[in-house]
């Protein structure tokens, strides 16, 4: 497997500080020269290279992986390869060089185009009640998130405030729990029929409702919350403010899924927690059982243990429908979502649905060659009535290739042979030979032959890779 370049990365953190190549090089104790072949990704770096490259930038290894830049160039293949913007094809050279060299500017293409497709939405018919719009409340909600790697440290040591003033062991939280809403807030919890919802909160009795239909560790979960949505609101304002939300409902969305993860952080803290996916080399279910919270619960917590000084295996996590939506993702890994349109129908969370309550486990490699061992599992939510389908959701999981020796779920896969190489969608993929293939490429020109029928659904010429200058 061939070593990472990280050039594009390093230029970035150096434009950041405001540093020449000479300056920096010098720093490093290196030629002026060759850093700038590390920049343009024409040389490797070295493991003393990297650690000393981390010490100067004052960033962990973790922040060289190039991960933001991916995700970026990822976004704006996307956005380029849309036909209504008369490009032939996105020349691949000018992306990677925009996404090292005018990140901002890529930002702001993004925004433009968040904007026109919220444009055209409206102009199709679905009125907007702001007229300034440019994301939507959910997208807005999940972008603060990934920005931000999906880890807050002021929640994590307020949780273990309130952990260290509790110290019972995870089979005793939730009784806990219960008696710190009853002692300190004077909030009594009744478990019963609770028509419409799952969790219901009566300010004025200070009553807290929880369905009978929840198991026992959502039932944890929803108290958890509820005592975070009393004691930790400052908390969290302190994080919401200077983020800014462009509107109520995007500032609400955010507030409550802060509030879910400060509870997540009570139910499993930190330091256990990371302790113990080391010792169950991250087996979800078994997480989920020592701390006694679902399988979502353990894994969504899987994709927050990026503490400074005591970071766990960086994972991606995403939730999906049967449709095909995707209501959560964070990643951690680096891994480029697909922020319009589908993904990949070879991909492991699809197949997932077929074989509910089992974790499926596939290598899997995208075009660009980066590869991540990904595990995915279908999870049905309670029904409240007899006859109404239960809700079903795919959770889904991975991580670089690189670490897949520290995850229960590689073991007896043969790596990296065991690889199945997937796109980011239908309409960004160029692999020609794809049978699963919903349509064609937006960047190739279709090859339609009357006299003979191919395997693969849709044949297409493999566009020429534009060369520089």
Known sequence: MSRPLIGRTVRRLRMERAMTQQALAARLGISASYLNLIEHDQRAVTASLLIK????LSV????LSGSRERQLEAGLREVLADPLLGLDQAPEQEIAAMAASAPNVGRAVL????AWRVAREDASGIALPTGRRLLLPTEEARDFFHERANHFPALESFAERIGAELRVAPSEMNHAIAERLRRTHGVAVAVGPVEGSLRRYDPNLRRLDLSESLPRESRGFQMAFQLMLLEAREAVEQIVAPAEPSTPEAAALIRIGLLNYAAAA???PYGAFLAATRELRHEVEALAARFGVSFEQAAHRLSTLQREGARGVPFFFLRVDPAGNVDKRFSAAGFPFARFGGSCPKWIVHRAFSHPGET???VAQLPDGATFLTFARAIAAPTTRWGEPA?????AMGCDIARAEEVVYADGLELPKAAVGIGLSCRLCDRTDCRSRAFPPLEHRLMLDPNEDSAAPWRFEKARKRLPG
């Open 111 to 114: 925004a433009l185009y968040r």
């Open 60 to 63: 962990d290894l973790a922040a």
């Open 53 to 56: 490259l981390g010490e100067t």
């Open 266 to 268: 009570l139910l499993m």
């Open 391 to 395: 809700p079903v959701h795919v959770v």
């Open 360 to 362: 499926q486990v596939q």
